[in-house]
């Protein structure tokens, strides 16, 4: 089946500092991802969709330059969080859309952010 | 706007009995609806789906129905094993491809 992989899978850093949180798909090629984040008893909310080879759209309310998303090829997307400040501490996951699939996506584990 | 709503937070059921997980949507341009199953720190995994040509779609344990004129659909698990416990999100498609999800119901089902 198909298989979207996050990495790191749970990350701390300092208020200030920037983090990179990876998504790959592994076995298949995604032309769109897209990432969400969660808080605690939350659902699943779309920050931005990030499309391979073009500018990320972002959801309204979400800082573009706060949180960089870079689709560099078809099975990887990064997201950068800048300036994390610890309201920035959450669940990052990242999905994926298979070109071959339509409707479905694939989920990645998440990451961790903690933001000290 | 689309807006899919799950109104149980929480769900506790016997091992074995049926499971029914509600949500309710407003607007849905596209007419397709996904169910996933979420545990603490990982992420969503895909159950089922329907679309709106049908009201009804099994698989295995799983069966989803949808009820257009009320806008609403319902997932229900039968029989329920322990390993079920989880988050299940309701999802609802628009602009093709994005996913608006509800904001899930724990299931926990006591053995």
């Known amino acids: 089946g198909a298989v979207v992989s996050q990495h790191p899978s749970w990350v701390i850093c300092k208020s200030g500092t920037s983090v990179k949180i990876e998504c790959r798909s592994l076995?298949?090629?995604?032309?769109?991802m897209f990432w969400y984040r969660q808080f605690p008893k939350q659902s699943l909310m779309l920050m931005a969709t990030?499309?391979?080879?073009?500018?990320?759209?972002?959801e309204q309310g979400v800082e573009k330059d706060k949180f960089l998303i870079n689709h560099a090829s078809l099975t990887l997307s990064t997201l950068t969080v800048t300036s994390a400040h610890p309201e920035d501490s959450s669940f990052y996951i990242c999905?994926?859309?298979?070109?071959?699939?339509?409707?479905?996506?694939?989920f990645g584990p998440g990451t961790r952010l903690t933001v000290t | 706007d689309q807006q899919v709503k799950q109104n149980s937070p929480s769900l506790s059921v016997q091992e074995g009995r049926i499971s029914i997980l509600n949500c309710d949507y407003t607007?849905?341009?596209?007419?397709?609806f996904l169910w996933y199953k979420k545990y603490p720190a990982e992420g969503p995994t895909f159950l089922i789906s329907?679309?709106?040509?049908?009201d009804k779609n099994e698989d295995g344990r799983f069966t989803v129905f949808l009820n257009k004129s009320a806008k609403h659909l319902s997932l229900h698990i039968v029989p329920s094993q322990p390993g079920d416990s989880a988050v299940y999100f309701c999802?609802?498609?628009?602009?093709?491809?994005?996913?608006?999800f509800g904001s899930g119901t724990k299931l926990n089902v006591k053995p």
């Open positions: 076995d298949f090629q995604a032309t769109t």
């Open positions: 999905s994926a859309d298979d070109i071959l699939m339509s409707y479905e996506q694939y």
């Open positions: 329907i679309s709106s040509i049908k």
């Open positions: 990030s499309n391979e080879g073009s500018k990320a759209t972002y």
């Open positions: 607007n849905s341009m596209f007419d397709y």
């Open positions: 999802a609802d498609i628009y602009n093709f491809n994005k996913f608006y």
